[in-house]
């Protein structure tokens, strides 16, 4: 079954920790993508990758960091830096070209202990 | 700056209505833009693609049309469900591949 597989589903952070979110796909997707997504509003962008070993920021990448050592994989961590990160994150991804459609994970909730 | 703003936040109809939502973006230099569904607690689902030379896409009872020239695109839901209840995004891509998400609408169907 072709999809993104986002883990866990649920996270809890402690005061202080880092944690990091696990974001997988099998789609051959060159493009990833992280966005936040707040209660009642929409997705705001953390950071993407249009190629392995590449990424830049988004608009709210401030507390975050991610790689892109494999095609498969994009992982967030969410530092301690971040002081407000309870909020659902959304991995996604879509081939190369601009016109393809963008295909999301089921997202994980991560709420602060 | 490019946003996109959608019209109403909620809304709440009953079965069998024809409804109407809306997508309304200040930057008209579009590539495409996206209609998704989202349902509570769970990533979304992209119901259909219209690219910048297109004026609409159908899929099923669902018919989403576009006009840069005023901004703005509408996603026409026939015949509602209740299994249509659920919130729906639009989505606009510009100038290096980024999207640029409204704050969505969320729909109930009543039975």
């Known amino acids: 079954d072709g999809g993104i597989t986002q883990s866990p589903k649920y996270l809890f952070r402690k005061e202080g920790q880092n944690v990091t979110l696990s974001c997988e796909q099998n789609?051959?997707?060159?493009?990833m993508y992280w966005y936040r997504q707040d209660p009642g509003q929409g997705l705001r962008l953390i950071y993407y990758?249009?190629?392995?070993?590449?990424?830049q920021k988004g608009d709210i990448a401030e507390g975050y960091s991610v790689s892109r050592e494999k095609k498969e994989s994009f992982p967030l961590t969410v530092t301690s830096a971040q002081k407000n990160p309870t909020a659902f994150y959304l991995c996604a991804s879509r081939t190369g070209a601009a016109n393809e459609k963008l295909f999301f994970g089921s997202g994980t909730q991560l709420s602060v202990l | 700056k490019q946003e996109v703003t959608q019209i109403p936040a909620a809304l709440s109809v009953p079965e069998g209505e024809n409804l109407v939502l809306n997508c309304s973006f200040t930057d008209s230099a579009i590539y495409n833009l996206q209609w998704f569904r989202q349902d509570p607690g769970k990533g979304l689902t992209s119901l259909l693609l219209?690219?910048?030379?297109?004026r609409e896409q159908t899929s099923g009872r669902l018919n989403a049309s576009l006009d840069k020239s005023s901004g703005r695109s509408t996603l026409y839901i026939a015949a509602s469900q209740p299994g249509d209840s659920a919130t729906y995004l639009c989505?606009?891509?510009?100038?290096?591949?980024?999207?640029?998400f409204g704050g969505g609408t969320r729909l109930m169907v009543k039975p």
């Open positions: 219209i690219q910048s030379s297109q």
């Open positions: 990758s249009q190629i392995v070993n590449d990424f």
């Open positions: 789609l051959n997707h060159d493009a």
């Open positions: 989505a606009v891509r510009y100038a290096g591949n980024m999207l640029t």
